[in-house]
């Protein structure tokens, strides 16, 4: 049975950095593009990161541009965020899912998700 489980969250300060990190299991993880999305109290589910099944192309939402960095492991079946600068609008519940059509940035374009992950950033 497939199944990604994120891991990482944890309440930060404005400023800091921190790693997440979700681990597949039960599917050919190198077999699918994977992406993070997040959802904030009251909004929607958005786009964060996206990258592609070999790793060389990544996407990001504009907001997290240059401060967030997608990476995977496919030895390891694993695939990562890495935040830095992190502001108090990044709070949220981080998910990772993946997808067999390449990086997109739509949610019902996703084929599984993991159960979420907090990340909470103190202002």
């Known amino acids: 049975q497939a199944q990604l489980v994120e891991s990482g969250g944890r309440l930060v300060q404005a400023g800091a950095s921190l790693r997440l990190s979700c681990a597949a299991s039960?599917?050919?993880?190198?077999?699918?593009?994977m992406g993070w999305f997040r959802q904030a109290p009251g909004k929607e589910r958005e786009f964060v990161a996206a990258?592609?099944?070999?790793?060389?192309?990544?996407a990001y939402a504009d907001s997290v541009k240059g401060r967030f960095t997608i990476s995977r492991d496919n030895a390891k079946n694993t695939v990562s965020l890495q935040m830095n600068s992190l502001k108090f609008e990044d709070t949220a519940v981080y998910y990772c899912?993946?997808?067999?059509?390449?990086?997109?940035?739509?949610?019902?374009?996703?084929?599984?998700w993991g159960q979420g992950n907090q990340v909470t950033v103190s202002s």
């Open positions: 039960g599917r050919t993880f190198s077999s699918y593009a």
């Open positions: 899912a993946d997808s067999l059509r390449g990086i997109v940035v739509v949610t019902t374009l996703y084929d599984y």
């Open positions: 990258i592609s099944r070999s790793g060389g192309r990544t």
